[in-house]
């Protein structure tokens, strides 16, 4: 079956590099999502990542996709306080319109 | 736009009563899902529509569970009895379907059933 591994907690100093992991199961996931979500708040889309890629970048945040590895992974450059938040990684088989399998969830500390 | 809208926000509620969460999807989005989050078991997909139509609800506990989705711009989820085990909180998404590669989340409703 489908499983989203994520380990739980982060903790990175304000202005470096954070990097989440993700790995999953499913080796006919399409898309690949990361979500942020705030204390109280639902989930705020990140980015994703299509699996014939192997790296995206936006701004301060860039994905990489090992297939072969099933390994995702969501570096933030110059991390911020405001970067403190749950990070979702999650799969789909097909676009928009099939269900997410999300893994835990990795809560991210940023000390300042 | 205003984005996926569901309310009530919270919801606090004696067991055995029965509750309705209400979702209104972003205009023009033609798939629903409707997601539970709890500490133990993280986000699981409930049940999810296209263009209306039910088209897995394997992810819906158990019978007290119901969904409908009676037009484009709104869905329903209602538990009846309910129990202190559902308190979670629910949350609906809507995306554009076919082609559509983003599914956006509303605020989710907090449920706590005591």
């Known amino acids: 079956g489908e499983d989203v591994e994520q380990s739980l907690f982060l903790s990175v100093r304000e202005g470096d590099s954070s990097v989440i992991n993700c790995t999953y199961t499913?080796?006919?996931?399409?898309?690949l999502y990361w979500y942020k979500q705030e204390p109280g708040a639902g989930l705020q889309l990140l980015t994703y990542i299509f699996s014939n890629m192997d790296m995206k970048q936006d701004q301060r945040l860039t994905v990489l996709l090992n297939k072969k590895d099933k390994h995702l992974s969501l570096r933030i450059a110059d991390t911020q306080t405001g970067d403190s938040a749950i990070y979702f990684c999650a799969e789909s088989i097909d676009s928009g319109n099939t269900p997410l399998v999300f893994g835990k969830g990795t809560r991210l500390s940023v000390i300042a | 736009d205003a984005g996926v809208i569901q309310s009530p926000r919270h919801e606090v509620t004696e067991m055995g009563q029965e509750v309705t969460l209400r979702c209104k999807p972003i205009s023009g989005h033609n798939s629903l899902f409707w997601y539970r989050q709890t500490m133990m078991r993280g986000l699981e997909l409930l049940i999810y529509f296209n263009n209306n139509v039910p088209i897995d609800d394997s992810g819906m506990p158990e019978d007290r569970f119901s969904a409908k989705m009676p037009n484009a711009s709104f869905s329903t989820l209602k538990i009846q009895p309910s129990e202190p085990r559902d308190s979670a909180v629910y949350f609906c998404?809507?995306?554009?379907?076919?082609?559509?590669?983003?599914?956006?989340f509303g605020p989710g409703t907090r449920l706590t059933v005591l």
């Open positions: 998404a809507s995306s554009l379907g076919e082609g559509g590669n983003e599914q956006f």
């Open positions: 499913d080796s006919s996931s399409t898309y």
